[in-house]
């Protein structure tokens, strides 16, 4: 079969992979996006759907600001709706320890210019009624915004295909050869044909099985998979606007503009990447009902219709890996998003593409190096046990949790 | 000791727990009605003084020996009514009752989940006064109820004569039986369903008691819609090769057969696979039920076969659960369950000849037409993400783009039309296909459950 060639190929067409295609053909770049499975049909559909800025790690904060900007004119772009609405974020705090990262994140915040109002426990629960005196404070952040992001993935890869990507499904890629300065990858489809694409440039979207092909040129991604519990209610009036976020992330939920209550609860759960099939547990979602019904005792009145998880790709910086490859020239990585994926992805994906087609980009995306994992000696300086069960982390040495 | 589960306490779940409670295991019946009987024994609420020896006529003497069994056998079991199964998880069953939450564990789980109507949308489904045929029998036998004081029963169902039936002794008008299947599929179907010469008869009967009483039955015809402002008020339906014909109503009982319950079956594990026959997924079994994971299916959750099969299926899957268990019984005749199974699942074979799911309906809906009443989610609406996905649609990818399927029934009832839809669109309507994935809850859970959850 004769190779397909493009200026550019990337691998998973999760958010990331058609949001990368998307900013490539604005820059007239030929891309052709390979997806195992279904475009979005892995964890690019099931998160929890918010775009949070209050309280984003520092580190993350510029590129985060950076891609709320494309955030806020992107269905203009993309000419459907992705339920894009900025109805505000809420992080709630129930003891004193909770107060003080409220008020840490609230300089930080407002020192990148963001409008964040802290707020006590009697102008807490004016503001918001439905909730218990268990809150003992809050922050309200009014630019941070929500989408459906089932639709999210789905919408840029058309997008990107009106501009001229082949978005191409159901295709393994099988490995991927180097020669003549180009990447010579060869798929696998179900039906057992074989195409070949040759690209200039390669972008590693692959989301929690990006380890799997860095490794193919000798770099190592510590990733691990793990998924959110996610649950959501039949609808009721509404009654809340902004995302409420217990700022553990021990409970979080938002109200959809059709009436459906969207409930999460970290720690995150072990999930399967082989075989790719991922369910909340039943034990998992009384414990988040019953953290529900502490803080907003109303919801007790109602009942629970759905529950989903999905297999995010993680490291244990909770940052993601994005740049160029250490090893290979034209080889890019986009992906370890650690739950992130959602609100970073379209700033990720001009990084990328910037790269690609001007080689520099002016996002800041220097800390998300992948030769930050060569560093000796490296700590860790997050709750790691609020973000995971016991079970998700991998064993291994040299990092303090 | 070892403890076996059984889910539900219809024919299969009490043929399966009698066979169990004589054996050395710990038997729980889960259900989740107040009273033992499936949807085929429903029993009436208690204080109501209806005459179920003339609401069910011949059918009297297998419902009377049923309950009775069943009474004997709740009280040598764990029998726990009220009860929601809701998710099955790590060799656990999660359960609901009362407004508290409970995991029970199992060696072996017996799924004997039942099955429930099977819908093909029409223009007007979703108006008041519409039933499904199984809701309309339901609230006769459990409320002494009628749907309304004149009612049309149609669709494709051997449901529909004995609905009509059932009706007309409880004193009920029965504007017309509207049979989507034509009479000549009926006789082509006889050879099969003489393999149960008994039941044919019953229904042979049914049907000869309507034409006596001089109600109208319309063999072939197509339901065009049920019409109605506040509810249905008419029936319109086109006979073979005739102008169409509007029947006046009040009520509309309405269904094309039946659809297994097959979400906790897998939740745990078992696989799944499209039955062309039947054209829905059932759970991969052997003919005594095993389906994996320790897990035994019996009765319309795995294969629709009526209430007869389903106390058959029950007693094989009991068995083999014992046997798998190293708990053997000398109670079951295995070789003359297996044969009288099959033959019965013959006899269901015929039935699924001599009332056709009309699939192909999906097609030809106007795009007005809601298909997932509980996201009032319309053909068109599916049809646009299908087109949006360059028409290989599958079926999770439209739910996820259009919300069909993602309310209160989670496609219970809105799954059997958009899987035809889904398969019209991939121009491969007779073949496998995709479902629905299931998650838990399985329904609609109470978060007050959850207050006594140490969170």
Avoid at chain 1, 231 to 257: K, W, Y
Avoid at chain 2, 429 to 444: C, H, T, W, Y
């Amino acid at each position: 079969m004769s190779a397909i060639d493009v200026d550019v190929a990337i691998v998973g067409g999760g958010l990331i992979g058609c949001m990368t295609a998307f900013a490539l053909c604005k820059r007239g770049r030929s891309v052709v996006v390979l997806e195992r499975g279904r475009v979005g049909g892995e964890s690019s559909g099931v998160s929890f759907g918010s775009l949070r800025l209050q309280g984003q790690h520092a580190v993350e904060l510029p590129l985060a600001l950076r891609a709320h900007e494309i955030w806020e004119t992107i269905e203009e772009e993309l000419g459907e709706s992705i339920q894009f609405a900025r109805h505000g974020h809420v992080h709630l705090a129930l003891n004193d320890e909770h107060r003080a990262r409220l008020e840490s994140n609230a300089r930080h915040g407002r020192a990148h210019g963001m409008d964040i109002t802290l707020l006590d426990r009697e102008m807490t629960l004016r503001r918001w009624p439905f909730l218990s005196d268990k809150v003992v404070a809050a922050s309200w952040s009014t630019r941070d915004a929500v989408v459906n992001p089932r639709l999210v993935a789905p919408a840029f890869a058309r997008a990107a295909r009106r501009l001229g990507a082949t978005i191409h499904e159901g295709i393994e890629v099988a490995r991927v050869e180097q020669g003549g300065g180009r990447f010579i990858v060869h798929g696998r489809m179900r039906d057992g044909s074989e195409p070949v694409i040759s690209s200039a440039a390669l972008v590693n979207a692959a989301g929690a099985w990006s380890d799997t092909l860095a490794a193919q040129f000798g770099e190592t991604i510590p990733l691990f998979a793990a998924g959110p519990a996610e649950l959501v209610t039949e609808p009721i009036p509404p009654f809340a606007a902004p995302v409420m976020h217990v700022v553990d992330g021990s409970i979080l939920f938002r109200q959809t503009d059709r009436g459906n209550v969207i409930i999460a609860g970290h720690p995150r759960m072990k999930v399967d990447a082989e075989t790719r099939r991922a369910r909340v547990p039943p034990d998992k979602i009384l414990i988040n009902l019953a953290r529900l019904v502490a803080i907003v005792p109303r919801m007790r009145a109602h009942a629970v219709i759905r529950s989903w998880t999905g297999i995010e790709g993680y490291v244990e910086d909770m940052m993601p890996v994005l740049g160029p490859s250490s090893t290979t020239p034209g080889l890019y990585h986009a992906c370890a998003f650690s739950g992130h994926g959602l609100q970073m992805g379209p700033a990720a994906a001009v990084a990328i593409a910037e790269l690609i087609a001007d080689g520099a980009t002016t996002m800041p995306i220097a800390p998300f190096d992948i030769r930050r994992f060569y560093a000796t000696g490296q700590q860790r300086t997050l709750s790691l046990a609020e973000e995971f069960q016991a079970d998700v982390l991998p064993p291994r040495d040299g990092l303090v949790r | 000791m070892a403890r076996v589960v059984v889910i539900g306490a219809g024919p299969a779940g009490i043929a399966a727990a009698e066979v169990l409670s004589r054996a050395s295991v710990e038997v729980a019946v889960i259900d989740e009605a107040p009273r033992a009987g499936g949807q085929y024994h429903r029993a009436p609420a208690p204080g109501l003084a209806l005459d179920m020896r003339r609401l069910l006529g011949t059918g009297y003497a297998a419902y009377e020996t049923f309950h009775n069994d069943a009474a004997s056998v709740c009280s040598r079991v764990d029998y726990r009514p009220g009860t929601l199964a809701w998710g099955v998880h790590g060799g656990a069953v999660h359960l609901a009752s009362r407004g508290a939450a409970k995991a029970l564990g199992y060696d072996a789980l017996v799924l004997a989940t039942g099955a429930t109507d099977r819908i093909m949308p029409v223009p007007g489904w979703t108006l008041p006064g519409v039933f499904t045929l199984g809701g309309a029998q339901a609230l006769l036998k459990d409320q002494g109820c009628l749907i309304g004081r004149r009612v049309v029963v149609c669709g494709s169902s051997p449901l529909l004569y004995l609905a009509a039936v059932q009706y007309l002794r409880a004193g009920g008008e029965i504007a017309a039986v509207i049979d989507t299947t034509r009479f000549a599929d009926k006789l082509r179907a006889l050879p099969d369903m003489l393999a149960a010469p008994r039941v044919l008869r019953d229904g042979l009967h049914h049907m000869a008691a309507l034409k006596r009483r001089g109600v109208r039955i319309i063999h072939g015809a197509t339901i065009d819609a049920f019409e109605g402002e506040e509810r249905v008020g008419a029936v319109v339906c086109t006979p073979p090769n005739r102008m169409p014909l509007r029947i006046a109503c009040d009520a509309v009982a309405y269904g094309h057969g039946l659809r297994p319950e097959t979400q906790l079956a897998e939740l745990a594990g078992c696989a799944l696979r499209f039955d062309a026959a039947q054209r829905t997924h059932v759970p991969e079994t052997d003919l005594d039920g095993r389906a994996g994971q320790g897990v035994y299916v019996a009765g319309d959750g795995g294969t629709i076969g009526g209430g007869q099969a389903a106390a058959v299926s029950g007693r094989l899957a009991a068995a083999a659960a014992l046997s798998d268990l190293g708990a053997t019984t000398n109670d079951v005749d295995l070789e003359a369950g297996r044969r009288m199974l099959q033959r019965l699942r013959r006899f269901q074979r015929g039935l699924a000849t001599a009332f056709r799911w009309p699939g192909e309906r999906a097609g030809q809906l106007d795009d007005a037409v809601i298909l997932c009443r509980c996201e009032n989610v319309t053909m068109g609406e599916v049809r646009a993400a299908i087109a949006l996905e360059d028409g290989a649609a599958e079926v999770n990818r439209i739910k996820a783009a259009t919300r069909c399927g993602m309310g209160r029934c989670q496609g219970r009832f809105c799954g059997p039309g958009l899987a035809e839809v889904a398969a019209i669109s991939a121009q491969h309507p007779g073949s496998e296909r995709d479902r629905l994935r299931v998650q838990a809850p399985i329904k609609p859970l109470p978060i007050a459950l959850a207050e006594d959850v140490v969170p």
